[in-house]
């Protein structure tokens, strides 16, 4: 296999681009057994994902893990499956689509827009490639996640790095490292909240439930855990409320290791228990639903407060489509475009005859 990438063929007539490049995590193309294995080893051998020794956790991935697990998730992925496909991929297509188009009101009509995920498809290195061959020289990459974390943040601009790594003609980059503060991304959510509030009814109390991850990823230096705090806090300022109607919780535990709490089963259970009479579920560090909100949250964890006794459970949908999230989206993009200078004022047919002056061309 070549060392570089095949580059676009050049031609002295194109018009350099700016692109902005949007990660989200990833999805299996079918809910599947024989679909979720790819997915999941991918997923499941990363190091920044799983950070115990690579001998030990090859056996245990390859032995058992990948034996049992992609049945069991492929029924999860089944029961959430629309008509369409993946509702992550489905809601980030969407997204870039709606970004494009905003950016493109305000001006910036030759930004090329796309998303890439993760693990699975379209890929990051597929995507860049693609995007290079538009002329792409500027990149910016949005990882689409609030709250910066090594095991999400980082691993999908390793993804990037590694990529331009194979370029031989690399573009200018520029990467978001974390919104979990950004005033429109709180207002997006504050809205969401307020507006199902309209529709349904105030609950008693409001469980903001973050992805968890290793407890011992804080104490290593990983920032998460304090992000997710801070979102929690400017959400429930957004929203006026006190700190006895909101909780920050973590779920999507794996293995038995301790991870982040107070762990979202057992506040669940908990409220569930002091016969509470309703709650409401929001996943503000996912801008689009997925498995862990549309499965996880919205089914299991209603299951969980039912089961011990709690009243009535609503789950609040992610941000997804939401006008306002796409308007913070292109703010935050538009902020951080902020000081690169158009990349060429000549029309193509003027770096042609130039190019031809100098006996450039071929």
């Given at each position: 296999?070549?060392?570089?990438?095949?580059?676009?063929?050049?031609?002295?007539?194109y018009?350099?681009?700016?692109?902005?490049?949007?990660?989200?995590?990833?999805?299996?193309?079918a809910?599947?057994?024989?679909?979720?294995?790819?997915?999941?080893?991918?997923?499941?051998?990363?190091?920044?994902?799983?950070?115990?020794?690579?001998?030990?956790?090859w056996?245990?991935?390859?032995?058992?893990?990948?034996?049992?697990?992609?049945?069991?998730?492929?029924?999860?992925?089944?029961?959430?499956?629309?008509?369409?496909?993946?509702?992550?991929?489905?809601?980030?297509?969407?997204q870039?689509?709606?970004?494009?188009?905003?950016?493109?009101?305000?001006?910036?009509?030759?930004?090329?827009?796309?998303?890439?995920?993760?693990?699975?498809?379209?890929?990051v290195?597929?995507?860049?490639?693609?995007?290079?061959?538009?002329?792409?020289?500027?990149?910016?990459?949005?990882?689409?996640?609030p709250?910066?974390?090594?095991?999400?943040?980082?691993?999908?601009?390793?993804?990037?790095?590694?990529?331009?790594?194979?370029?031989?003609?690399?573009?200018?980059?520029?990467?978001?490292?974390?919104?979990?503060?950004?005033?429109?991304y709180?207002?997006?959510l504050?809205?969401?909240?307020?507006?199902?509030?309209?529709?349904?009814?105030?609950?008693?109390?409001?469980?903001?439930?973050?992805?968890?991850?290793?407890r011992?990823?804080?104490?290593?230096?990983?920032?998460?855990?304090?992000?997710?705090?801070?979102?929690?806090?400017?959400?429930?300022?957004?929203?006026?409320?006190?700190?006895?109607?909101?909780?920050?919780?973590?779920?999507?535990?794996?293995?038995?290791?301790?991870?982040?709490?107070?762990?979202?089963?057992?506040?669940?259970?908990?409220?569930?228990?002091?016969?509470?009479?309703?709650v409401?579920?929001?996943?503000?560090?996912?801008?689009?639903?997925?498995?862990?909100?549309?499965?996880?949250?919205?089914m299991?964890?209603?299951?969980?407060?039912?089961?011990?006794?709690?009243?009535?459970?609503?789950?609040?949908?992610?941000?997804?489509?939401?006008?306002?999230?796409?308007?913070a989206?292109?703010?935050l993009?538009?902020?951080?475009?902020?000081?690169?200078?158009?990349?060429?004022?000549?029309?193509?047919?003027?770096?042609?005859?130039?190019?031809?002056?100098?006996?450039?061309?071929?």
């Amino acid at each position: 296999m070549s060392r570089y990438l095949k580059e676009p063929a050049f031609q002295h007539d194109y018009t350099p681009k700016t692109g902005v490049l949007l990660i989200n995590l990833g999805t299996p193309d079918a809910p599947t057994g024989k679909a979720l294995r790819p997915y999941l080893k991918q997923f499941l051998s990363d190091p920044r994902v799983v950070e115990i020794p690579r001998a030990l956790w090859w056996l245990i991935l390859n032995g058992i893990i990948l034996n049992t697990r992609p049945r069991k998730s492929a029924e999860k992925y089944a029961s959430i499956w629309g008509k369409d496909g993946s509702p992550l991929l489905t809601h980030t297509q969407k997204q870039a689509k709606l970004l494009r188009g905003y950016l493109g009101e305000r001006g910036h009509q030759h930004l090329v827009v796309d998303f890439a995920m993760r693990y699975g498809s379209p890929s990051v290195e597929q995507v860049i490639t693609n995007m290079r061959s538009q002329g792409v020289e500027r990149l910016l990459v949005v990882p689409l996640y609030p709250q910066y974390a090594a095991s999400s943040s980082a691993t999908a601009l390793d993804d990037v790095f590694r990529t331009l790594m194979r370029l031989r003609n690399m573009p200018e980059l520029r990467t978001v490292r974390h919104f979990h503060d950004d005033p429109g991304y709180i207002l997006a959510l504050a809205e969401q909240v307020r507006t199902h509030w309209q529709q349904h009814g105030r609950a008693d109390k409001l469980v903001m439930s973050f992805h968890g991850v290793p407890r011992f990823t804080l104490d290593k230096g990983d920032p998460y855990h304090c992000e997710c705090q801070k979102t929690g806090r400017l959400l429930a300022e957004a929203l006026d409320l006190s700190k006895d109607q909101y909780v920050v919780s973590f779920q999507s535990r794996f293995g038995r290791a301790e991870w982040l709490k107070p762990y979202t089963a057992e506040v669940l259970a908990q409220l569930g228990k002091s016969r509470t009479s309703r709650v409401d579920v929001i996943c503000p560090g996912f801008v689009a639903d997925c498995l862990e909100t549309l499965e996880e949250m919205a089914m299991e964890g209603k299951e969980t407060f039912l089961t011990h006794g709690g009243g009535e459970y609503r789950y609040i949908a992610c941000l997804n489509d939401s006008p306002l999230w796409i308007a913070a989206l292109a703010d935050l993009v538009e902020k951080n475009l902020a000081g690169w200078a158009p990349l060429t004022s000549e029309l193509p047919e003027q770096r042609l005859q130039r190019a031809r002056s100098i006996g450039a061309t071929r």
